[in-house]
């Protein structure tokens, strides 16, 4: 197509493409790493179909995408009614309405949404004494850090078997979803009605894992590795990846670099780091051994992707050692850790 102004209303792919278009490339790199591989394929394939983005439609789809976001937001913390009466407050009943109808058209309210406004201490209470599957199927559909909290207080002989159970979870069945949540809803005396969907699975567990303390961590994964240790490596390599490196402290990472092959590793690992991570690294090494690490990048010249992503496993493997080692500290992202 020749522009996007051409068609009077836009697809939902022509829409996504449109916005990452003005988004620009470095702030649409990072909503890449939370697509599926077939949905960076077909927005990509959207985007190289774009020639040009005119200004209104732009800015048309920048409102759409915003009002969208405030109106899940408020969907997500206070239920329908409460997204409805803030925004008719905001835009007015009719233009509230458009933006409700478009977002209930294609959001589904996940399970146990009732059970994500719940302080995760007093659902501890009510799920610790269910079966693992029964913990497991809640924690999938929680946020990260409400699950990590939940699962690192559980008893350390259920730790590993309720991760075990979320990394493996596929799809569950909607009756089994609908009979867990009016349980817990009679306990937590919630009125939110649930709708099927699917959770669980190793990304699921990776999420929860890279949350708890270290040493739930440590518990959860040596116990996998006697029960389950296919199960235990694919979750380690996901446990934290090279893009990671930003969250490390300087002095952490100067403490990494020591053990990195420079002139090697490094230059084929950052071929296709974000611009966040290269600076990152530069920031933390000599200029005499930045304006080295350039060079060797630029004199690799084209590489295999393959050949990228062994170099950046080395580097994260060293990582993971050194933190094994007690040399360095990954921090957990809880806003409460104090490191002294």
Not at 154 to 166: D, I, N, Y
Not at 231 to 246: G, H, P, S, T
């Amino acid at each position: 197509m020749a522009t996007t102004g051409a068609k009077h209303g836009l697809s939902g792919k022509e829409k996504a493409a449109a916005l990452l278009v003005a988004l620009g490339p470095e702030l649409s790199s990072k909503v890449f790493r939370h697509l599926s591989d077939d949905e960076i394929e077909q927005i990509t394939l959207q985007i190289a179909s774009l020639r040009n983005v005119q200004p209104e439609v732009r800015e048309k789809v920048i409102d759409e995408f915003h009002e969208l976001s405030v109106a899940k937001d408020y969907l997500a913390h206070g239920g329908l009614d409460y997204a409805k009466d803030l925004l008719e407050r905001a835009l007015g009943t009719q233009k509230a309405m458009e933006i409700l109808d478009r977002l209930t058209a294609t959001l589904q309210v996940r399970p146990f949404e009732f059970v994500r406004r719940t302080d995760p201490s007093q659902v501890l209470g009510f799920i610790q004494n269910e079966h693992p599957q029964t913990i497991s199927l809640i924690l999938a559909y929680l946020q990260p850090e409400q699950a990590a909290v939940i699962l690192q207080s559980l008893p350390t002989s259920l730790q590993a078997e309720v991760a075990k159970r979320l990394a493996t979870m596929d799809r569950t069945a909607p009756e089994i979803i609908q009979q867990v949540e009016k349980v817990l809803e009679r306990k937590l005396s919630s009125l939110w009605s649930q709708e099927y969907t699917a959770a669980g699975g190793i990304e699921a567990a990776v999420a929860v894992l890279n949350r708890v303390d270290r040493s739930t961590e440590k518990s959860i994964m040596e116990n996998l590795e006697q029960e389950e240790p296919e199960l235990a490596e694919e979750i380690k390599k996901r446990m934290f990846v090279f893009e990671d490196v930003v969250i490390l402290d300087n002095r952490s990472l100067q403490r990494v670099l020591r053990d990195v092959d420079l002139g090697k590793d490094l230059p084929l690992a950052l071929k296709v780091a974000s611009d966040e991570v290269k600076e990152k690294i530069v920031q933390n090494i000599s200029k005499h051994a930045g304006e080295t690490l350039r060079e060797n990048m630029d004199f690799l010249g084209p590489v295999r992707l393959r050949d990228v992503e062994e170099a950046q496993q080395r580097i994260v493997n060293t990582i993971r050692r050194l933190e094994e080692a007690g040399e360095i500290v990954i921090s957990r992202g809880g806003e409460d850790e104090i490191i002294v």
